[in-house]
């Protein structure tokens, strides 16, 4: 990549929208007036941009005119997650292109697209004269959902309120697509449990859970 560090803010982009509908979204930005065209990086909103590894396969050209014609930039968003858009101006230097390697974050936007469903369901199952009870975990999910993202809490007399209201019990593995029945626990006749997100601002913004 040829990538350029010296530049004056006059040449950044800034002011970054996105606008999300049916699965394209439309993106609009502040575009430098001697800027003829950009380059665009899409990756997972998690992922750390690392220009040594990026190469132009890895972008989109557009240039000015496309983007007076087209509205913006419009970029066909699937499945569910969160993703980073990044735009790189490009000035033409002795001849050939320089990309501008504009690292403030003013050039970047998150795109969230909707929230993969997580039921689950909690089989109970205990004797009229046993102080214990069994009960196994049923989890259905669209998409792959990592251990870490989940938890239960046991509380005893009452269902617990979040993940903090009483004892907090990790999962071993990750969530494959479709139905996951856990093996049984064992836990005291009186006890409760609900599955609740690790982090809920996390996790919450792309998956939604719903008790059956």
């Known amino acids: 990549m040829n990538w350029k560090e010296e530049f004056t803010p006059k ?3 800034r002011k970054v929208q996105a606008a999300l509908h049916e699965g394209e979204c439309l993106i609009h930005w502040h575009w430098p007036q001697d800027v003829p065209c950009v380059y665009i990086h899409k990756s997972s909103a998690d992922a750390v941009f690392h220009p040594e590894e990026a190469s132009l396969a890895q972008m989109k050209l557009l240039t000015r005119e496309e983007y007076k014609t087209n509205g913006g930039y419009r970029e066909r968003i699937e499945g569910v997650g969160r993703y980073a858009i990044r735009i790189f101006p490009c000035v033409m230097e002795e001849g ?3 990309i501008l390697l504009q690292t403030n974050d003013e050039n970047r936007i998150v795109i969230r697209s909707g929230k993969s469903k997580v039921r ?3 089989k109970r199952n205990s004797g009229w004269f046993s102080k214990m009870q069994t ?3 049923r989890i259905h999910t669209e998409v792959p959902i990592p251990r870490e993202a989940l938890c239960y809490v046991k509380k005893t007399g009452e ?3 979040h ?3 009483g004892i907090q019990y990790a999962f071993l593995h990750d969530f494959a697509p479709g139905y996951n029945v856990l093996p049984e626990i064992q836990i005291g006749k009186h006890d ?3 599955l609740f997100f690790t982090d809920g601002k996390r996790y919450g913004e792309l998956y939604e859970l719903i008790p059956e």
Request: glycine letters at 0%; a positive charge; charged letters at 35%.
């Open 135 to 137: 009960v196994q975990i």
């Open 11 to 13: 040449q950044e982009i």
């Open 120 to 122: 689950y369901q909690l």
């Open 192 to 194: 409760y449990i609900r």
């Open 96 to 98: 050939r292109p320089r």
């Open 163 to 165: 993940k903090d209201d």
């Open 159 to 161: 269902y617990p309120l």
